[in-house]
């Protein structure tokens, strides 16, 4: 079993920053690939970014060049910077972690077996 918390999000204005945190736990070496999706009102969730063990990274379109996706091993964490945010970027952001087998990460939902709680991200124009 492995956990994830999420924290981090927050209510901003247009053009602001956040950084999202995820801490894992639990038996976090049976895993290999870590993302974060995130879904708005009346919409379906959606892959924002993903991150293998190898260090590769994908990113949806719409966030490629304003949002980082990292990790630090030492302390169990995986991170979500936020630049640049978007009214259209505000979304219940959920931290997820599985087992990948594509070459590069995912942002399919199904490759991902562990969920966090999520934590409201908020942007207003």
């Known amino acids: 079993q492995v956990h994830l918390v999420e924290s981090g999000g927050g209510s901003v204005q247009s053009g602001e920053s956040l950084r999202l945190s995820c801490a894992a736990s639990g038996n976090i070496y049976s ?6 999706f995130r879904q708005a009102p009346g919409k379906e969730r959606e892959g924002v970014a993903a991150i293998d063990d190898d260090g590769d990274t994908s990113y949806a379109d719409s966030v490629e060049g304003r949002f980082t996706i990292s990790r630090d091993n030492a302390k169990n964490t995986l991170y979500l910077q936020m630049n640049s945010l978007k009214p259209e970027d505000t979304a219940m952001y ?19 077996n562990y969920w966090g709680q999520g934590t409201q991200v908020t942007v207003s124009s």
């Not at 895993?31 to 974060?36: A, K, R, V």
């Not at 931290?95 to 991902?112: F, H, K, N």
């Open 31 to 36: 895993i290999d690939l870590m993302g974060w």
């Open 94 to 112: 959920y931290c997820a972690a599985g087992r990948g087998g594509a070459y590069y990460p995912s942002l399919g939902e199904y490759e991902y």
